[in-house]
């Protein structure tokens, strides 16, 4: 199964990892696709978070406007078509 991104909280992040670091396996169909993680930890370094693997982050409460445009970001002009504002 081939997923546009991941969008999930940070705590999921953590509990399922190994799945999440398993998309990075050369075989798997989802290996470019973005991870986006939201929190309510505002105030924590974004950094940290890149450095374990996700491509995003998403502070809570978040927007439409702010979900629309990391996924702007992140997803590959392929699949961009497939999300709507």
Avoid: C
Avoid at 11 to 30: A, M, P, V
Avoid at 48 to 70: D, H, S
């Amino acid at each position: 199964m081939i997923f546009l991104f991941f969008l999930n909280s940070i705590k999921l992040f953590f509990i399922f990892s190994h799945f999440f670091i398993s998309r990075t396996d050369e075989k798997s169909l989802n290996k470019k696709t973005p991870i986006i993680a939201f929190t309510a930890l505002s105030d924590s370094p974004t950094q940290n978070y890149m450095n374990v693997g996700m491509n995003g982050l998403l502070a809570k409460p978040f927007t439409k406007n702010e979900l629309y445009n990391i996924l702007q970001k992140w997803l590959s002009n392929d699949r961009k078509d497939k999300i709507h504002h």
